[in-house]
């Protein structure tokens, strides 16, 4: 999908303020600090439309980006990070009802899930991925950061993950918000996943 127009619809603090189903949704979500807001402004090709942020946990609410291009619309959705946020555990237990809620929306097409390429995959990673798959949420998993590794190591780590995680390649997208790498590539899953462009054979 090429672009035309990005802007922020809403932030939402409470499921009450989520606004009524639109256009297909994807929603991005992880680990606090693994890059979501980095990864979601290079597939729209803005420098600060998420913000990004060194600071764990930032994002502490649920964002609805808008996009256009040609006849196409899109939601992208930022969710709250998880794990090691320097927040309460109340704070951190909000996050997660109000991600869950957002999850149940019927016009979420794609869940990404972001993964630091550098860091072993948790029980809280392995987990989202069932809970997605008990409510047939399709979801993708983005290997975040590559081009912090050299090539040799790279491709070691990502068959390394790809086993933790127990997906098909298919669904797996090494990427890089710095270089841009897998960024065409997961885009044509976002577009088939929501239904802009059919499945083709690798």
Request: with cysteine; hydrophobic share 40%.
């Amino acid at each position: 999908m090429k672009v035309d127009r990005a802007e922020i619809l809403i932030s939402c603090a409470s499921p009450s303020q989520f606004p009524a189903a639109g256009p297909p949704e994807v929603a991005f979500l992880g680990r606090s600090n693994v890059g979501k807001s980095s990864l979601l402004n290079r597939l729209v090709h803005r420098k600060k439309l998420a913000r990004t942020s060194s600071t764990p946990g930032k994002t502490r609410l649920v964002h609805f980006f808008e996009l256009e291009g040609g006849n196409a619309r899109l939601w992208f959705i930022d969710l709250p990070g998880y794990g090691w946020a320097r927040v309460s555990r109340k704070e951190r237990e909000s996050w997660q009802r109000l991600v869950e809620r957002y999850l149940e929306r019927d016009s979420l097409c794609a869940a990404i899930l972001l993964q630091d390429l550098r860091r072993d995959v948790s029980e809280d990673e392995t987990l989202l991925l069932e809970w997605l798959a008990e409510r047939n949420t399709h979801s993708l998993v983005a290997l975040t950061k590559v081009d912090k590794l050299k090539p040799m190591r790279r491709a070691k780590r990502i068959r390394e993950l790809k086993d933790a995680f127990g997906i098909d390649r298919e669904r797996l997208f090494a990427t890089s918000a710095q270089t841009g790498e897998g960024i065409d590539t997961l885009w044509r899953a976002i577009e088939v996943a929501a239904g802009m462009r059919r499945r083709t054979s690798r």
